[in-house]
């Protein structure tokens, strides 16, 4: 079992910044792969942006050049720089985790409340 523990979400102004965090603990594949994910109200959970255990990115279009996804050197926390945040941004931000192994075990967040004012 994983746990994901995530924090940082909050209100903001357009135009404005935030740092969410997510610290993994338990059962970690050395190769895996987490991610933020992200659902507005009435709409589907969209992805964000993904980090792989060898630090390969990949990002929503909609956020390139804007968010920037990091992980520690112990590689079990996973961090979401989101500059220049739109009212568009606004969601939850949910944090994955998918092992890389033959079960291929994903694992989810809570959830943290992202809001950006216009």
């Not at 959970?45 to 956020?63: C, G, P």
């Not at 961090?79 to 890389?100: F, G, H, Q, V, W």
């Amino acid at each position: 079992q994983v746990q994901l523990v995530e924090s940082g979400g909050g209100l903001v102004q357009a135009g404005g910044s935030l740092r969410l965090s997510c610290a993994a603990s338990g059962n970690i594949f050395n190769s895996n792969r987490m991610g933020w994910y992200r659902q507005a109200p009435g709409k589907q959970r969209e992805l964000v942006a993904l980090i792989t255990s060898r630090n390969s990115t990949n990002y929503a279009d909609s956020v390139k050049g804007r968010f920037t996804i990091s992980r520690t050197s112990a590689k079990n926390t996973v961090y979401l720089r989101m500059n220049s945040l739109k009212p568009e941004d606004t969601a939850i931000y949910y944090c994955n985790l998918l092992n890389l192994n033959v079960n291929r075990e994903t694992y989810w967040g809570q959830g943290t409340q992202v809001t950006v004012s216009s």
